[in-house]
């Protein structure tokens, strides 16, 4: 996938100034599929800016992810603080300010308990007075093409058919993922890209973070996950919406993780997929 990102403009450079004052440097930092994410020097303390271009949508994403941020504030998550937000009317396009925080991605080789631990932390804070959040779904044509197996398609195919049981919900990041992570040696830092903070099923979760880690790191981890965060959660997953979120993601995902990371294992994915079909009841 080619990049979108584009300089600041002149109209986003003075409203984030506005608010943080003189911007001394810009760097673009990778990542965002969606977004142009870039660190602002301003003074002691960067700040993160996020940016999307299409204003029709941008919007919405704009505020879910300010409401997110605000809703995790000073609850034990490591998560940005949100300086500002803007719909576009002052900016010119939808943009987000945020505190930057300290790490970098590691994706190869992370440590799984923290992983587990952090995120069964954010699914026990209370997430009312947050929108419902699916943000992935399901497209059944994602299931051909990349599995191999047609027995196992079809019966991924069939389960993600029936109807779910019902769960209560919980806060869920929306886009839980290595990439989406920062780290200090084996110490998570950070938890970034709130844009699809909501709630929900906390299998939305789970299973994108194991995809994630069989395509970055192998099935075995993928797995590992699942044990850990079952453990330290105290709660079993519904293997039904296990196999749905793992199949979540979408052929720009495999493309971004080919061109940016030359990393994607669909071979592994597809060990993992065929493990969470035989836990089905």
């Known amino acids: 996938m080619e990049s979108t990102w584009r300089p600041l403009s002149e109209r986003v450079r003075a409203w984030a100034e506005g608010i943080v004052g003189s911007i001394h440097a810009v760097e673009r930092l990778t990542g965002g599929l969606t977004a142009d994410i870039d660190r602002l020097s301003v ?3 960067d700040v993160v800016l996020r940016r999307w271009g299409d204003r029709r949508w941008g919007r919405e994403l704009v505020a879910r992810e300010a409401t997110g941020l605000r809703a995790l504030a000073g609850r034990g998550v490591p998560a940005p603080v949100l300086v500002a937000a803007d719909s576009g009317e002052v900016a010119g396009e ?6 930057a925080l300290p790490g970098r991605q590691l994706l190869r080789s992370p440590n799984i308990a923290e992983l587990a631990t952090t995120l069964a932390h954010v699914h026990d804070l ?3 007075g947050l929108a419902a959040t699916d943000p992935h779904g399901f497209d059944e044509r994602r299931v051909d093409g990349w599995i191999r197996d047609p027995a196992l ?4 195919k069939q389960t993600l058919a029936t109807e779910l049981d019902e769960s ?5 990041h929306g886009d839980y993922q290595l990439l989406n992570t920062l780290w200090r040696n084996d110490d998570l830092t950070g938890v970034v890209d709130w844009t699809y903070t909501g709630s929900g099923r906390r299998e939305t979760d789970v299973g994108l973070c194991r995809a994630s880690l069989a395509v970055l790191v192998s099935a075995d981890a993928a797995d590992t996950f699942l044990r850990r965060y ?3 959660a105290g709660v079993r997953i519904d293997p039904n919406a296990d196999l749905r979120a793992l199949m979540s993601f979408g052929p720009s995902w495999l493309g971004f993780l080919t061109d940016q990371l030359g990393a994607p294992a669909p071979n592994q994915l597809e060990a993992v997929v065929l493990r ?3 836990r089905l009841g």
């Open 43 to 45: 003074g002691a303390v």
């Open 276 to 278: 969470a079909a035989s």
């Open 153 to 156: 398609a079809e019966t991924v």
């Open 230 to 232: 079952e453990a330290e």
């Open 168 to 172: 209560a919900p919980v806060l869920v």
């Open 126 to 128: 209370d997430p009312t």
């Open 94 to 99: 939808p943009c987000l300010l945020m505190t």
